[in-house]
């Protein structure tokens, strides 16, 4: 009788994304569809960091704590970490504030400050609006309707991959450094 050998597949590495809101978790789960077409070796774990409000030092906060329960219920620590973070509430709470870095890097997360908010950072992905800056989220939320009129808040991955694909990302990437960073650490391929 001849035995079967045992295929062993490796555990993929685990990579976790905490995201402020549903549109920050459509945006990520579109970048993790990407990046698994490119490696079969990561998995992006994208993460709603409820609740929050939309305060920044919550968002890290709740960020840790759920990197800690990821890593308890399994064997495999995160080998990368990061949050999707709107901007527009920084200085609201200087002290606040302050606390911030010190939180995210004893905890190694990146954290990827959305300038104003997440509106504007899909807005740089669409052609020729990389250097677009709007000042405030509801401007940055009109700029980007003008030019992606069928965008809604909460958009799935799906939905957005209509509108953003890897070269979109790409443009997006020249102008978003904290972005490009980890995509960048995480083995995102950026194009040819």
Request: aromatic share 4%; charged share 30%; with cysteine.
């Amino acid at each position: 009788m001849m035995r079967r050998r045992r295929l062993l597949i490796p555990q993929r590495r685990r990579i976790f994304l905490g995201c402020e809101g549903e549109s920050e978790r459509g945006y990520g789960a579109l970048i993790g569809r990407l990046l698994e077409s490119q490696r079969r070796d990561v998995h992006l774990q994208v993460v709603l960091l409820k609740p929050g409000g939309g305060d920044p030092l919550a968002l890290i906060e709740q960020a840790r704590k759920r990197i800690l329960e990821g890593e308890r219920k399994s064997e495999s620590p995160y080998v990368h970490r990061a949050a999707l973070i709107d901007g527009d509430r920084l200085g609201q709470a200087p002290l606040r504030d302050a606390q911030i870095a010190p939180i995210a890097q004893a905890a190694r997360i990146r954290v990827i400050w959305q300038t104003p908010c997440h509106e504007a950072l899909l807005l740089r992905h669409l052609d020729g609006c990389q250097q677009l800056r709007p000042p405030t989220s509801p401007q940055a939320l009109a700029e980007l309707r003008q030019r992606w009129p069928e965008y809604v808040k909460g958009m799935p991955a799906f939905r957005l991959a209509d509108r953003i694909d890897d070269a979109a990302i790409r443009r997006a990437l020249q102008v978003e450094t904290e972005l490009a960073g980890f995509l960048a650490d995480i083995g995102y391929a950026q194009g040819p």
